[in-house]
């Protein structure tokens, strides 16, 4: 995934911080126990907020417990653990399955360095991907298709933002519609995740609009704004890619919240809601008006 679904922390309670630690590092523990250790790099704030969101769907409360930090055994961490089991082996496929996916974008479309690096990271992520793909097989199938559909359409003369946004919106209303105990949840949670993933495409690709101009990599944006032949972006031509970029971003999120107001997260709802109501804007404004970028798409936490 991409990194940009974090929780806004300025505004979390305590007790909210805790319960995203805790989430966090049971999904990296659960990544190394299931995967492997080398797939704990795909850990990232996108997969910790479904399984905040599948963990809030659960009946029952998970345990909380501290343990060592997989990382640094010199600290001890709250983990969120029993009964929340099945989440993180859902969740870490997940994870892996996009991560290789990604991977084999990136030998396609980007530069030598990176399908270098690309390369050596298939490497180390064949195996854990064929135990995902066997382990969760409708998952790895609606991914596989999903991502063949996202490489036919970059590979058209002028594709559409939307045509663009349509397989990560569709593989995270997949994922999250599996939360739903009947159709009609099924039907409000595919929405918030279809929504969900329309937001991080865009804002991903509105993030990596200057590097794929310079590198002559695809990116939607470009044909949108019409800055075919530019290799770097004028003030002019930045204030309207901003304007454009936060204009799309801010639909979605209001699709996101519409959604989110029909559905029971359980006793992550303050959780949920920092992610989508304080989280996403922020990102956006960070983005679009400071300028900034994620330090790192896959931070701790």
């Not at 990176?114 to 409708?138: I, N, Q, T, V, Y």
């Not at 559905?263 to 303050?270: A, K, L, S, Y």
Request: aromatic share 12%; charged share 30%.
């Amino acid at each position: 995934m991409f990194g940009y679904v974090r929780p806004y922390k300025d505004e979390m309670k305590v007790r909210e911080y805790e319960q995203y630690k805790g989430i966090y590092c049971g999904l990296c523990r659960a990544l190394g126990k299931e995967y492997g250790v080398f797939t704990r790099l795909t850990l990232s704030y996108d997969c910790t907020f479904f399984a905040a969101a599948a963990i809030g769907r659960l009946p029952e409360c998970p345990e909380f417990v501290r343990r060592r930090c997989v990382v640094n055994p010199a600290k001890k961490c709250w983990f969120c653990t029993q009964g929340a089991e099945e989440v993180y082996k859902y969740t870490s496929a997940l994870s892996v399955l996009l991560t290789w996916y990604k991977l084999c974008d990136t030998m396609q479309d980007e530069g030598f360095l990176k399908r270098l690096s690309a390369r050596a990271g298939k490497l180390f992520f064949g195996r854990p991907f064929r135990r995902a793909a066997r382990d969760f097989p409708e998952l790895a199938e609606k991914i596989r298709i999903e991502m063949e559909k996202q490489a036919a359409i970059e590979r058209e003369e002028n594709p559409s933002l939307d045509a663009c946004c349509e397989p990560t919106a569709e593989i995270l209303g997949f994922v999250f519609s599996s939360l739903g105990k009947d159709d009609t949840e099924r039907f409000v949670l595919h929405d918030f995740g279809y929504a969900l993933g329309r937001w991080v495409y865009t804002a991903d690709a509105a993030d990596d609009l200057e590097d794929d101009l310079k590198e002559g990599a695809f990116n939607p944006l470009i044909g949108r704004l019409g800055l075919k032949g530019c290799t770097s972006l004028s003030e002019e031509q930045r204030k309207m890619a901003d304007e454009e970029s936060n204009a799309c971003l801010n639909l979605n999120a209001a699709r996101i919240g519409a959604a989110m107001n029909l559905i029971d997260f359980g006793r992550f709802t303050p959780l949920i809601d920092n992610v989508v109501r304080l989280g996403l804007p922020r990102m956006q404004y960070e983005l679009f008006t400071l300028h900034l970028r994620p330090s790192g798409k896959r931070d701790t936490f």
